[in-house]
């Protein structure tokens, strides 16, 4: 199975940038594309942003648009996603995920995309 581990979280004051990352390691598999999602004390885990594997075409939920932007190391297989001028309500639990099956039918703004989670990193913005 594959393992994935966020590190990068912290508190920051609004305005400021944050760069969170996750690394994927374990047995042998192939990377079709990785995401970011984000939970917030009371809500549900919502999607952030994706860049599929090869290309590298990216896609962001549309209120971190010009703020938010994702990369990935193929070498690595990492993933990072550079934060900036955060907002107090960006504060959440981010989570990374793996899709690791090709031609999958559901898109990669959905968790059903993905096989593999991490364990999520905090990310609290002050006001």
């Known amino acids: 199975q594959v393992q994935l581990v966020e590190s990068g979280g912290g508190l920051v004051q609004a305005g400021g940038s944050l760069r969170v990352s996750c690394a994927a390691s374990g047995r042998t598999f192939r990377t079709s594309a990785m995401g970011w999602f984000r939970q917030a004390p009371g809500k549900e885990r919502n999607f952030v942003a994706s860049?599929?594997?090869?290309?590298?075409?990216?896609y962001y939920t549309s209120s971190v648009k010009g703020r938010f932007t994702i990369s990935r190391d193929k070498a690595k297989n990492t993933v990072y996603l550079q934060m900036n001028s955060l907002k107090p309500e960006d504060t959440a639990v981010y989570y990374c995920?793996?899709?690791?099956?090709?031609?999958?039918?559901?898109?990669?703004?959905?968790?059903?995309?993905?096989?593999?989670w991490g364990q999520g990193t905090q990310v609290t913005v002050s006001s």
């Open positions: 860049i599929t594997w090869n290309i590298g075409s990216t």
């Open positions: 995920a793996l899709d690791a099956t090709s031609g999958s039918a559901y898109p990669l703004n959905q968790t059903g995309r993905y096989d593999y």
